[in-house]
């Protein structure tokens, strides 16, 4: 069982920038796959990025050249810069035994609780 645990979040103007990190408590998620999702109130959870355990990584395309994914020894981080007002929504990591580019909510096995990402104009 893998636990994940979301920090880093808050308010921020647009234009800021913001670093989340996803932790992992029961075991390492050194060989897993890590994603990040976001999903806006009213909205259907989407796909923001993910790097394999091999440093392979993803973005959706609204978020290329502003957000970045990296792993360190213990967590995954997303930095987020050039914030807009669209991307507020609370933002989840993910983790699945899948290599490769895996983009979908039902491939990914274990989920945060999430960090609220508020961007205001």
């Known amino acids: 069982q893998v636990s994940l645990v979301e920090s880093g979040g808050g308010l921020v103007q647009a234009g800021g920038s913001l670093r989340l990190a996803c932790t992992a408590s029961?075991?390492?998620?050194?060989?897993?796959?890590v994603g990040w999702f976001r999903q806006a109130p009213g909205k259907e959870r989407e796909f923001v990025a993910s790097?394999?355990?091999?440093?392979g990584s993803w973005y959706v395309d609204s978020v290329k050249g502003r957000f970045t994914i990296s792993r360190g020894n213990t967590a995954v981080y997303l930095q987020m810069n050039s914030l807009k007002s669209e991307d507020t929504a609370v933002y989840l990591c993910?983790?699945?035994?899948?290599?490769?580019?895996?983009?979908?909510?039902?491939?990914?096995?274990?989920w945060g609780q999430g960090t609220q990402v508020t961007v205001s104009s």
């Open positions: 993910a983790a699945t035994r899948l290599g490769g580019k895996v983009t979908t909510v039902p491939s990914y096995d274990y």
């Open positions: 029961g075991r390492t998620f050194s060989t897993y796959t």
């Open positions: 790097m394999t355990w091999g440093g």
